[in-house]
């Protein structure tokens, strides 16, 4: 496979219903979803659990790349084999996670701001040089009361922006994330709002900055309502709103999009994800990066039992799968039932 450019690598990764699986926690996120099934938080264990999930036949075809914690993207298997060979084998690119946290926006204040820049040049070559052909950066944005403000969505657009420029000089491609946080109890409309003034501060700044935007991928959150939100919304409507949103501010060049599950269960992120694709009417592939939905079930699974790989591993393989056809509009339900 040869991927010449930033633009051929963004579109191989979102080509025939590929997708992204997000592996890129942090060493104390990895620890938190340990201590679901009761595995200690330490590297062997973190280096045991990621190669099992690189491993599952479902990679081929389904994924076109994985985003990695800088500790993964230097890890070498069980038996020596660099981590970043398996997935290549199975066709899928190895990237990297870049940021380095959020630090409140202002003295006091709730909304935070993504922190990383600095030596940021520097740390780009060296991932080139490991081999990693992606990038990633996550941008915070919660709703409340007079929240997102003005400065955390323009603050966080601004470093997406410097950040997706210095990733792209250096032949890599940015994945620029502005997560809407589902925490708390705002409207599908609120997080409309939300979404749609990210989007638009983002795409501004891409563009000030010169951001070749056929070479970047952009992951947002579905527009849903919040987490503790009374109101649910159906399928359909968080399909529209996210179309719409996404059809209102993201530019015709943006190859793909590729969602974060952000909370929602494996089957309603899959659910969502096909939804829109039925509807289409644009031009991006639209697919997925999850984490969570993809790999809570193959988690839980696996347990930290190696005798438990092959059932972890057809887990994943079968979400993979699922995902690729929800990234094309062709998955139906009765698949999961007959899993
Ligand atoms: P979730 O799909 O679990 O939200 O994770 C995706 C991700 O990479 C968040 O930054």
Redesign the pocket.
């Known amino acids: 496979m040869e991927l010449n450019n930033i633009e051929e690598i963004a579109s191989y990764i979102v080509s025939d219903g590929k997708g992204i699986l997000?592996a890129?926690e942090s060493n104390p996120t990895c620890g938190k979803r340990f201590d679901t099934i009761g595995v200690e938080n330490i590297e062997s264990n973190r280096r045991d659990y990621r190669e099992m999930l690189f491993r599952a036949s479902g990679l081929k075809d389904n994924i076109g790349g994985v985003?990695l914690f800088d500790e993964t993207l230097r890890q070498n298997a069980k038996d020596g084999t660099p981590l970043i060979d398996i997935m290549n084998a199975a066709g899928a690119l190895p990237g990297i996670k870049v940021d380095k946290g959020l630090i409140p926006i202002s003295d006091g204040s709730d909304e935070v701001i993504t922190q990383g820049l600095d030596g940021l040049n520097d740390r780009l070559k060296e991932y080139v040089a490991i081999g990693a052909k992606f990038t990633k950066w996550?941008a915070v944005i919660k709703i409340g009361n007079d929240m997102p403000s003005d400065q955390c969505i323009d603050g966080n657009a601004d470093a997406l922006a410097e950040y997706a420029k210095l990733a792209q000089n250096n032949g890599l491609v940015p994945i620029v994330?502005p997560?809407i946080l589902m925490d708390g109890d705002h409207t599908i409309d609120q997080s409309f709002n939300a979404s749609s003034r990210a989007l638009a501060s983002l795409f501004n700044s891409l563009k000030a900055k010169g951001v070749n935007l056929k070479g970047v991928l952009l992951k947002p959150s579905m527009v849903t309502p919040g987490s503790e939100a009374t109101l649910k919304a159906s399928v359909e409507d968080v399909a529209n709103m996210t179309l719409k949103s996404l059809k209102e501010n993201v530019p015709a060049e943006v190859p793909g999009i590729t969602f974060?599950?952000?909370?929602q269960t494996e089957i309603e992120a899959t659910q969502h994800l096909d939804a829109m694709n039925k509807i289409g009417g644009f031009s991006w592939k639209l697919s997925f990066?999850?984490?969570?939905?993809l790999q809570a079930g193959a988690l839980k699974a696996w347990s930290g039992d190696s005798g438990n790989a092959f059932i972890a591993q057809d887990i994943l393989s079968h979400r993979a799968k699922m995902n690729n056809l929800a990234a094309q509009g062709d998955w139906i339900i009765d698949l999961e039932e007959e899993f």
Do not use: K, P, T, V
């Not at 974060?260 to 909370?263: A, E, P, Y």
């Not at 990066?289 to 939905?293: D, K, T």
């Open positions: 997000a890129d985003i996550r994330e997560e974060l599950s952000g909370g990066s999850f984490g969570r939905a």
